[in-house]
T-cell receptor, first 116, second 111 residues
Framework: AQSVTQLDSHVSVSEGTPVLLRCNYSSSYSPSLFWYVQHPNKGLQLLLKYTSAATLVKGINGFEAEFKKSETSFHLTKPSAHMSDAAEYFCVVSDLRAGNNRKLIWGLGTSLAVNP | GAGVSQSPSNKVTEKGKDVELRCDPISGHTALYWYRQSLGQGLEFLIYFQGNSAPDKSGLPSDRFSAERTGGSVSTLTIQRTQQEDSAVYLC?????????FGEGSRLTVL
């Protein structure tokens, strides 16, 4: 069975410092992994996705994530936080074999606060 | 339009009333999903439409919930006899292959 665990429900960083949002997954097959961001009162937006190509994935707004199969992790990072990064972040795992995205499993989200 | 459009953006209703939430997908996107996002919870899958196939309704929480998709385009999610626990943001997402594109959601508040 697939599952995804976001290890922190809330993360607070200072502007200009690194961001680390942690995600661990469990999947019986080769997964696709995604990070989505949701700003207050806005829709969900795809930050980046891993689909069995390069293990280090670069996304929008300076974010990147590294797929580590041995650790079953897909942590999201950014070298320097900006105030506009304050949002809710969701880690998502999908079973490639399902083929229709119905098997998308969503984490509970991590709320990122950026302090001036 | 360029993106997934949902209406209304906000809906406040009284317990026991029926509500309809609308989703206009991106043109040409054959797959359409409804999700529910409750406060402090992750996204909960509700229903999935793919082309002319029978929809996957396995995520609907009760028989008060129903959805239809007319002509493979616009979809309506209907909640009958609303309850306070139905209060949430209802998200519609569509895709062709790969990435899901989400609307901004309809926030439902049941008093």
């Amino acid at each position: 069975a697939q599952s995804v665990t976001q290890l922190d429900s809330h993360v607070s960083v200072s502007e200009g410092t690194p961001v680390l949002l942690r995600c661990n997954y469990s999947s019986s097959y080769s997964p696709s992994l995604f990070w989505y961001v949701q700003h207050p009162n806005k829709g969900l937006q795809l930050l980046l996705k891993y689909t069995s190509a390069a293990t280090l994935v670069k996304g929008i707004n300076g974010f990147e994530a590294e797929f580590k199969k041995s650790e079953t992790s897909f942590h999201l990072t950014k070298p320097s936080a900006h105030m506009s990064d304050a949002a809710e972040y969701f880690c998502v795992v999908s079973d490639l074999r399902a083929g229709n995205n119905r098997k998308l499993i969503w984490g509970l989200g991590t709320s990122l606060a950026v302090n001036p | 339009g360029a993106g997934v459009s949902q209406s209304p953006s906000n809906k406040v209703t009284e317990k026991g009333k029926d509500v309809e939430l609308r989703c206009d997908p991106i043109s040409g996107h054959t797959a359409l999903y409804w999700y529910r996002q409750s406060l402090g919870q992750g996204l909960e899958f509700l229903i999935y439409f793919q082309g002319n196939s029978a929809p996957d309704k396995s995520g609907l929480p009760s028989d008060r919930f129903s959805a239809e998709r007319t002509g493979g385009s616009v979809s309506t999610l209907t909640i009958q006899r609303t309850q306070q626990e139905d209060s949430a943001v209802y998200l519609c997402a569509t895709r062709t292959t790969g990435e899901l594109f989400f609307g901004e959601g309809s926030r439902l508040t049941v008093l």
